[in-house]
């Protein structure tokens, strides 16, 4: 790798300035944005986005029309089957793409036995709780158990990349970056992004270290639109490109009070970005977008239709076609 960029944005002014390390001066891309939303099937979206009765199968087509990108969630609760992906691979247009968020005990949040596969689950440990123990012949079986999974994505040309949204717990005064190296390991060729959710990666001097760790290891680091906050399990808005031709930003809302103490996915994520939010998101995806070659941009604002309202109208603003508006669908259903 040749170094990272890094900009720190305030999250009350969003603005700073960009220094690049690694680069030369004058370097820099135009990098293509992408834009979708983390998931395509939460229940806001089956209630208020979709048309009215559209069956669960015409959700991932219909949702295709309107984005060139998705992140898959579900992985993060249980692998998905084969057949399963085969058919989201069969139901997208060319050029679509999934990111992949990683199973849940790999990004070290805690899970139970029924969330491993059937053949993973006879020789797990577990605590008195009942959660699984993660070991690393657990870890390698469970990476390889999703890297089978997804390969039909990955065979389709439609696996952008992977995600490992770890867990605040997951701390520099605990933790070492070092012992996410075999999973690190273990994925590639595939592109990995990992979402720190503790920001005291990013407090002081430790901020060197991390973006050093993720360049050295051919990580993208995850950025934020999350609430403003010092709180911290609330990363600040720190923008870094640590591979050259892959950035990445998830886009959380910027209620403070859902995000540290809502009990659903709509409570912590509920927000109605205005078009000056967005506007501050659009400028920062273009900063990544002079450092990297692709800047993956995914809307996790998951109540009702909130994201995908969002991420159409910040398509719109980046000058992107967001397709047909989903009220045309709706008539063509009535």
Known sequence: MAGYGLAMAGLSERSAA????GRAPNESFTGKIVVGTSSWADPGFVKDWYPQG??????LPWYAERFEAVELNSSFYAVPERSTVRRWCSVTPDGFTFDVKLHRLLSRHSAGLDSLPPDLREGARTTARGRVELTPELEAALTREVLHAVEPLADAGKL??????????????????????PLVEAVRPHRLAIELRNRRWVSDEQTQRTMEWFSDHEAAFVCVDAPPADATPIMPAVDAVTRDDFAYVRIHG?????????????????????DDEL?????????LAEQAEEVRVYFNNNRDDDAPTAARRFRALLGQDPGPPPEDAQLRLA
């Open 279 to 287: 506007g501050e998101i659009a400028d920062r995806a273009r900063g």
């Open 54 to 59: 559209m069956p669960a199968s015409e959700r």
């Open 254 to 274: 910027r209620n403070v009070e859902g995000y540290l103490h809502g009990k659903s996915v709509a409570e912590r994520f509920g927000w109605i970005y205005g």
């Open 18 to 21: 960009r220094s690049s390390i």
């Open 160 to 181: 952008s990349g992977l995600l490992l949204q770890l867990t605040p717990a997951f701390s520099p005064k605990r933790n070492e970056l070092s012992e996410l190296e």
